[in-house]
């Protein structure tokens, strides 16, 4: 309904050649907003403000000057020149009604602009190493993840999902040295498990699944010449305790054997991720593995485009490129001294065949403590001679899960965390979707299960389903009685909708496509979360307070129109957030 008001502005200024001539490329819809106290109206613009310094007449000279050309139709019945020069917009009832036969007609597509071939979006996020099963800090990003995803999808934009999958490097190591201990652990191999390695249960199962075999070794054999682990309160000797035994089952198993324990490990982890992903709602068009950079040569390519540029440089007999150059705080490394490339160079070369895929945009969606990343992979992408800004990275901060009024720990490596699979078995899918982008994904969020898992009106997503139900259940009733709804009468006798309670149900509903658009530009679905809480609020107000189905004839079928557009509005939404419309609760 916006884009009517910002019409009737972009009529009048084409009758206003000189006016029109300095609005230029200015953006009428963006002058436009809604009111937020009704008694000025339904949308205000402020456009006399923004063209009043050009022409160097009065804003309000200028208001009436463009109310005096707007053609108002049957849409506008009313305008008004208020305060410094704002344009406020009073819409008239036929313009609400004609907007609940659009939402009914259009069902699923109302709110969804008409699809785009371009930017084309490659949007990352979850992303998580394939160490273990994914906790409930990474649902949060899975959550805010899709659910920008389908935004921006609803906004028209092409959108591909990808997860990257870092399996390559140190951290694989550890979980192919973790999975062999418990191996031997099972054969009777008593070996000091390392304070660094993956402690879960999930370990013993991947080790009591592994179908390959491994060449007989002694406890003796393994730790030979290892150090000592330096446990919790030394981490050198820690770190140097997982290394040395990871050296010495290559050593023990051969390359080769190794690697097929590692593979085997990881992929086991990566498949249960991605079945819990599913299971969540939550698919991928692509699972890019970090071993294919290094298999396929992309980071060789990526370097090689740098060094064609003459960008990088020779230091201390390692290969650097100039970061500090394009904004970062420091150099980085590429490729050590002994040979070995950095993570900086994989992620260098990630981005690089991101853009060299065909995608324009890339979004990727990251935990908080990756806030130092950003400068520096948009470094690589200027150093290769793409914009800078072709690469957007939205944090996630932390979640902290409640249970009974207790904080709960979260670890991967030492096993003691709670899952997304079972905080979703306890409190849904749909509470767990919901709750997660609930607040914006720069605040911490606290995740209460107790709230999550009520039934009442204390819960929001129980408060927004049950409004769905609701409307399904005076359908249903409405055909118990043998009584019937014709939508093309229905829209016939929409002027019985009088009420104030149902004007409001009926702004609220128009207000729908603009959240939508909001929360697809600024990658903030939490705008969604709360749009639909306040619309579920005034349709319970104006259902309690209606009979329906004993209503006369007309009327009735009126407030079915309304109640049946606001069924579609909140199925929309809740599919956009990724939680159900149930029929029943």
């Given amino acids: 309904m916006k884009a009517i008001v910002a019409r009737s502005i972009s009529g009048a200024l084409a009758n206003l050649p000189d006016l029109n001539a300095l609005a230029g490329d200015l953006d009428v819809l963006a002058t436009v907003e809604r009111t937020r106290d009704a008694s000025h109206g339904d949308f205000a613009s402020n456009i006399a403000m923004r063209l009043a310094k050009p022409a160097r007449r009065s804003p309000r000279d200028l208001a009436a000057a463009i109310v005096a050309e707007i053609d ?57 190493n394939p160490t273990g099963p994914l906790h409930v800090g990474h649902g949060r990003h899975a959550a805010f993840g899709a659910t920008v995803g389908n935004l921006l999808e609803a906004a028209g934009y092409p959108v591909d999902r990808e997860y990257y999958v870092n399996d390559a490097g140190r951290q694989m190591d550890i979980l192919g040295v973790s999975v062999l201990l418990r191996l031997l652990e099972a054969q009777g191999v008593g070996v000091a498990f390392p304070s660094a390695g993956y402690r879960g249960e999930y370990i013993r199962d991947i080790a009591a699944n592994y179908p390959g075999e491994i060449p007989p070794v002694t406890a003796a054999e393994i730790t030979a010449g290892v150090p000592p682990d330096g446990g919790d309160d030394d981490k050198a000797a820690r770190e140097a305790y997982v290394e040395a035994l990871i050296d010495r089952a290559r050593e023990l198993l051969g390359p080769d054997a190794f690697n097929d324990l590692r593979q085997y490990s990881l992929e086991a982890i990566r498949a249960d991720i991605e079945d819990d992903l599913c299971e969540f709602g939550v698919v991928f068009d692509t699972w890019f593995s970090e071993q294919s950079l290094e298999k396929t040569g992309r980071i060789d390519a990526a370097l090689a485009v740098l060094e064609e540029r003459g960008v990088l440089y020779r230091k201390d007999g390692a290969t650097w490129f100039p970061a500090t150059d394009f904004g970062d705080e420091k150099d980085r490394v590429v490729v050590r001294d002994n040979g070995i490339k950095t993570y900086f160079a994989s992620d260098i070369a990630n981005h690089f065949d991101k853009r060299e895929r065909g995608y324009d945009y890339l979004i990727d969606i990251l935990g908080a403590d990756h806030h130092g990343y950003v400068a520096r992979v948009r470094a690589g992408l200027q150093a290769m001679g793409y914009a800078a800004d072709d690469l957007e990275v939205e944090l996630v901060q932390f979640v902290t899960l409640y249970r009974s009024g207790k904080k709960m720990q979260m670890s991967t490596r030492s096993g003691e965390f709670d899952t997304l699979r079972q905080l979703r078995g306890e409190v ?10 609930m607040r914006s994904n720069d605040q911490h969020l606290d995740f209460d299960l107790d709230v999550a898992t009520s039934q009442s009106n204390d819960n929001p997503v129980y408060y927004i389903q049950y409004a769905h139900a609701r409307v399904v259940n005076v359908f249903a009733k409405l055909a118990e009685r043998s009584l019937s709804w014709d939508q093309d009468r229905a829209t016939r006798t929409l002027g019985n909708l009088e009420a104030p309670q149902e004007k409001a149900l009926m702004t609220a509903l128009s207000r729908y496509p603009e959240v939508i658009e909001l929360a697809a530009a600024n990658r903030a679905p939490q705008h969604l979360v709360h749009y639909l809480r306040d619309l579920a609020a005034d349709f319970h107000s104006w259902y309690n307070a209606n009979k329906f189905i004993d209503d006369p004839d007309e009327l009735r079928d009126a407030r079915l129109a309304l109640a049946a557009a606001t069924r579609v509005v909140i199925a929309n939404g809740l599919g956009i957030l990724g939680v159900s419309a149930p029929d029943t609760m």
């Fill in 72 to 128: 108002r139709g049957n849409d506008i019945s009313r305008i008004e020149i208020a305060g410094p020069g704002f344009i406020n917009f009073y819409l008239s009832p036929e313009a609400f009604h004609r907007e609940l036969e659009s939402i009914i007609e259009r069902g699923r597509d109302y709110g969804r602009k008409p699809a785009l071939s371009e930017p084309r979006i490659l949007l990352e996020f979850v992303s998580a």
């Fill in 428 to 437: 849904g899918n749909d509470a767990a979707r919901f709750y997660y982008v």
